[in-house]
């Protein structure tokens, strides 16, 4: 038997055994899609904002308020040498909190000429999801909340609504932050 043929068989032996053990593994049809999105907490509800909406997570900035603004803008911070809007999304939303600042996180949106941060209560990190988990529509969401609601997630750990970010910000009375009267 020449060397090319000891070679072939040894690749054909070892195609074999490959095939053996492939059958072992799980076919396509068992692969679960994932979506993926950044936890939150507001008023003691738990939401998820979708990752390409957050650009990062931070603590809460020192910042200097701005006269004659609405009191959820809390004010402008220098966030490496970028002037960022600091918003209470909880305050926006007209709802309370009792965490002290410090302990709260930002949520910070930069598209385009926008870079702001939202105060949140908590950050949950991030979390993943079934895409056929996926429901549609704002059932369960209460009224303030609601046009920022693009559907929800529902797993083992209970209810998550996913929170658009970007909606948010087209919401003309998000961006009009000037306190009038």
């Known amino acids: 038997m020449s060397a090319a043929s000891a070679a ?19 076919s396509k049809e068992d692969l679960v899609s994932y979506w993926s999105g950044i936890g939150f907490m507001l008023d003691g509800v738990r939401y998820v904002a ?7 997570i931070l603590k809460v900035p020192p910042y200097t308020r701005v006269p004659g603004v609405l009191s959820w803008m809390k004010g402008v911070a220098n966030v490496r040498g970028r002037l960022m809007t600091v918003m209470d999304l909880t305050g926006f939303l007209n709802k309370a909190t009792t965490l002290q600042e410090r302990r709260r996180r930002l949520l910070v949106i930069d598209e385009g000429e926008l870079y702001t941060g939202l105060a949140v209560d908590d950050v949950l990190g ?12 704002t059932a369960e969401a209460d ?4 046009p920022y609601i693009r559907g929800s997630y529902t797993r083992d750990d209970g209810h998550w609504a996913v929170f658009s970010l970007f909606q948010l910000a087209d919401d003309p009375r998000f961006l009009q932050v000037a306190r009038t009267g």
């Open 143 to 146: 009224e303030a909340v609601a």
């Open 126 to 137: 991030m979390q993943h999801f079934p895409v056929d988990g996926f429901s549609a529509g």
């Open 50 to 56: 979708p990752l390409d909406e957050v650009s990062e």
């Open 8 to 26: 072939y068989i040894k690749l054909a032996e070892y195609y074999v055994r490959c095939r053996e053990k492939a059958a072992e593994l799980p």
